[in-house]
């Protein structure tokens, strides 16, 4: 059963926490309550004094901020003036608290206020959808679209539209890498001939491949009724994202094993029980390390890309707080910062678990 617990532990990239289920168990305590003050403790301590570095510096900079707005009040209204400012900023009235980089009290409190807000929209969802069953019921009886609500989407909704535009992407990128990737790495040829045209499109900037994007996109469908943003973004995510995929995939074909390659030319497989059953199985790990860099570079343009093609996800959102200005706008964009980092870890888990996976299936 420990095994069990350990095995899956190490799985789900929980590692970490082995020596404390030895510990439970009574094994090797001396070295495992070693193991997990280096690999879980420290760590926790680490986070805790990131924090209070943070606290740190956000005191000492709304200092700076807070002596600053007094004097220019004094400088343009005079002493009274400089000292009513003084008295409602130590007040903690928000009017005129300093614009300075957020504690974590206050990128806190700016999560609550983005939750708040969340389940205020979602009522108000809840009760628009209520309010219009019965009309939408009718449009469709008649062929017609249904009445959609239109009011602003709330933090969760944008994480969830930018998690949609990364996962279209990464599918394109997939799509057009891997098939691409296995035709050069079979043919030495193709690969020297076409070789400066992975070299000079790898590096361009996700900018250019939106603006280019836009172009092509906004022409083909100019008379089409569906969300264009979302179309230019993810299509321009998966063009600035496929590289990885495509020179690792190319690499891993064209390195299996030649003991492999005669061995299928010995049994006459075909051009596509080759692929599938010889050159696919062997590549795997090279394929999976590609797409999980595509998928990490996917994420890191998306918010770029996002926040140029006004598509409504966390681009939009950090940028949108940015020239908001008001006096939660930067712990509001600290909470952003935090997610986008957060989701980004989470995919390459979850690409590094399907790795395992195919792997281990690959081997089997």
Not at 20 to 37: C, D, H, R, Y
Not at 175 to 192: D, K, N, Q, W, Y
Not at 235 to 260: F, H, P, Q
Not at 279 to 286: A, E, F, K
């Amino acid at each position: 059963m420990g095994q069990t617990i350990l095995a899956s532990f190490r799985w789900l990239g929980f590692g970490f926490l082995d020596p404390l289920v030895k510990l439970f168990q009574g094994i090797e305590p001396k070295k495992n309550g070693a193991l997990f003050l280096k690999k879980a403790i420290i760590p926790i301590l680490s986070i805790a004094i990131f924090l209070g570095v943070a606290n740190f510096f956000s005191s000492y900079l709304y200092n700076i901020e807070r002596e600053r707005k007094i004097e220019k009040t004094r400088e343009t209204q005079g002493d009274e003036a400089a000292l009513a400012m003084q008295e409602c900023i130590d007040s903690g009235d928000i009017s005129c608290k300093p614009n300075s980089l957020p504690s974590p009290a206050d990128v806190w409190r700016a999560t609550q206020t983005l939750i708040a807000d969340h389940r205020m929209i979602s009522t108000d969802k809840a009760e628009f959808k209520t309010r219009t069953a019965a009309v939408n019921a009718q449009r469709h009886a008649q062929g017609l679209s249904s009445i959609r609500y239109t009011g602003r989407p709330s933090f969760v909704d944008q994480i969830f539209t930018s998690l949609k535009t990364v996962f279209a992407g990464f599918l394109l990128a997939a799509f057009l890498a891997i098939p691409a990737g296995i035709v050069l790495g079979l043919s030495e040829t193709l690969r020297t001939a076409l070789n400066w045209i992975i070299q000079i499109f790898k590096p361009v900037s996700p900018v250019v491949w939106l603006l280019l994007v836009s172009m092509v996109v906004k022409t083909i469908l100019a008379s089409a009724d569906m969300d264009k943003s979302f179309v230019i973004s993810f299509i321009s995510v998966g063009l600035c994202s496929m590289w990885a995929t495509l020179v690792n995939t190319s690499v891993g074909v064209s390195s299996v094993d030649k003991d492999y390659l005669n061995v299928s030319k010995v049994l006459r497989l075909g051009v596509v029980s080759n692929v599938f059953k010889v050159i696919l199985p062997s590549s795997v790990p090279l394929i999976f390390t590609g797409l999980r860099i595509t998928l990490s570079v996917a994420w890191m343009v998306l918010i770029a890309i996002e926040l140029l093609a006004q598509s409504p996800g966390l681009g939009s959102f950090v940028w949108e707080e940015f020239q908001n200005g008001a006096n939660d706008s930067n712990a509001k964009i600290i909470v952003a910062m935090f997610v986008i980092g957060g989701i980004g870890f989470a995919l390459d888990r979850l690409m590094m678990l399907v790795q395992k996976a195919v792997s281990y299936e690959s081997k089997a």
